[in-house]
């Protein structure tokens, strides 16, 4: 990126729960650096002062799940340059494309008072189904030091550092005991993506999957691995339909142990 | 009168704390097995009391489990997840940092000081693994300093395994039980009656060094010596995996295309655990990260897998893009064309890649179908 102008950031909201942007402004020792080489524009959750686009990078939190934002988005991709999208909801649907799995009138009837009011897409998307994405950082949270790493690789030229290998070998790294093969417990760490650092299993507890599917992810072969230590269908359908439910090779894993 | 060798001593199980005091006052941190969060990792230790005295270790294809015992053994366990090569070869190590100055950029010193480390109960496959690695780090045309600097630094004390764990396979791969060399002292554990003790062989002029901090131990006895050799034996037989190496780079060679490697890849996950937990396995890679304002830059180098697309990604994309495509590449690598690179195996037999796969792949079972479908062609 040219460097004779700081580049000018804007932040997006779609349907999410904002705790993506939050890890923006959870930098706190980062921030002032952050601020240095960046022209916060428009990031309405820390700041009221917006400057009008064109905006060189747009971070974009949530999914599209009305009309309206099918819409919004289109515009704002015609103000950014770069556009990357942050994390579960953004880049895969997030737990609110649980509503992908049956007719969406089902959870509105239920949670609000009067259903009538509600006009939502019968889905919840990613950003990517609507328009081109230069860069997907997963997480649900995105892990603030990966942003970093992205606004700091872009800033400078050079390619992010996100591997979308196993979170096994982040595990692995940091020299953890397996909590699968040595209590048994249900991990989904070999088929989720890379990022957290391997949070979970350094505490003791199986991988959420909260980073989403890695590269080649092998479900069918994990899943068989969770039933022989004694786990469920049900408890298979709810592994996968997480954070990520609605990304395809977890989404087809969740199917394939649904009950009729 | 019975002549007695030198280099082979007694250190009754009673004394084994004095042993250790011995060690750190030869200024080694002595690190070893230890119980955390139910398996046994290596750590630093600084008594007997931190070993995993009365636990043991049961092992199958993607299990793992530690259970109590009512023995008195200090090592009565085989090899777990971790291997010595966490402190060898570090799973993330910074090469080096820079910052700008002005026009150009300064490195930026580091204290890269190692300081001297004592490995206590380094198995016979291990001391073998360590072995494969300076081959790799130390012999070659280009010498790892990092490996180097650390590796000048080990004092190891090898500890023979007095029962064999359910997915070693070292016999087959002529590694152990037993170390013929390649440590500082080797240690056999034994229970004889109402004697428990360690006979002791010393392997290097730095261990005279640091028995010489200690009492003089007594002279091993001939039965002493027949009592280990026994021992040996009968772990050999207990071996609980086996392959047949005659011709096995050949069986990878003419099975390039067999149909099994499409069938493992309906298991194999791809996850990478067989190849970070392979006490052989060195590959690594290398990130470049730059902090926000530009004006400081690091060099790290960490532990990767050929289980990664990025491994063979180059321009175009990656060279092994399938699982099938992976599983084949490490296996083949470890029992085949390691040979051709470094004129040996590149598996000591230490079975983590079984016990630790998360679905349990065992190589030594893989290996068994190769030959027999070969059989049949
Ligand atoms: S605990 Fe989970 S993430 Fe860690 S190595 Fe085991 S399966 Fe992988
Ligand atoms: S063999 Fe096992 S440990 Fe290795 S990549 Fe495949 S599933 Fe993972
Ligand atoms: S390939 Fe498996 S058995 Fe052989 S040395 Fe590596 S981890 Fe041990
Ligand atoms: S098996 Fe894979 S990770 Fe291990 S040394 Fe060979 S190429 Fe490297
Ligand atoms: S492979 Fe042999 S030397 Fe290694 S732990 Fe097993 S029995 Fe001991």
Known sequence: ?260 | METKNQKQRILPAGEFNVFLKALHEAGYETIGPTLQDRAIVYDKISSTSDLPVGWSDEQSAGFYRVYRTESPLLFDYNVGPHSWKKYLHLPNLLLWKAKTNGGGFSFIEDDKSVGKQAFLGVRACEVAAIRKQDKIFLESEFIDSAYKKRRENTFIIAVNCTKAGANCFCTSMNTGPYAHSGFDLALTEIIDGNRHFFFVEIGSATAEIVMNKMPELELASRHDSTLVQNNMREVSYAMGKSIETTDIQRLFYDNYDSNIWEEIANRCMNCANCTMVCPTCFCTTVEDVTNLTGTEAERWRRWDSCFTMDFSYIHGGSVRPSGSNRFRHWITHKFATWHDQFDESGCVGCGRCITWCPVGIDVTKEIKSLQKSKATV
């Open chain 1, 1 to 260: 990126m040219s460097r004779t102008h700081k580049p000018k950031l804007a932040v997006w909201k779609f349907a999410s729960c904002d705790g993506c942007q939050l890890s923006l402004l959870d930098c706190e020792d980062e921030l002032l650096a952050f601020a240095e080489v960046i022209q916060i524009a428009n990031f309405p959750e820390a700041s009221r002062a917006v400057i009008q686009g064109k905006y060189d990078i747009s971070l974009v939190e949530g999914s599209i799940t009305t009309s309206h934002d099918a819409e919004r988005i289109h515009k704002i991709r015609r103000q950014s340059k770069i556009l990357i999208t942050i994390g579960a909801c953004a880049t895969s649907g997030g737990i609110q494309a649980l509503r992908n799995f049956t007719d969406v009138s089902r959870y509105t009837s239920i949670v609000y008072a009067n259903p009538s009011y509600i006009s939502t897409l019968n889905k919840s998307t990613p950003i990517r189904d609507h328009v081109y994405v230069d860069f997907e950082l997963h997480g649900c949270p995105i892990n603030k030091y990966q942003l970093i790493e992205v606004c700091s690789a872009l800033l400078h030229g050079r390619a992010p550092i996100t591997p979308s290998h196993s979170v096994c070998m982040e595990c692995k790294r940091k020299g953890n005991v397996c909590v699968m093969v040595a209590h048994q417990t249900p991990c989904l760490g070999p088929v989720t993506h890379a990022g957290c650092d391997a949070l979970c299993p350094s505490y003791n507890r199986g991988c959420f999957g909260c980073y989403g599917p890695k590269e080649t992810p092998q479900t069918s072969s994990l899943a068989k691995k969770w039933k022989e230590i004694g786990a469920t269908n049900d408890d298979i359908v709810r592994a996968f339909r997480g954070f990520y439910s609605y990304a395809e090779p977890f989404r087809k894993e969740s199917e394939a142990y649904e009950e009729e």
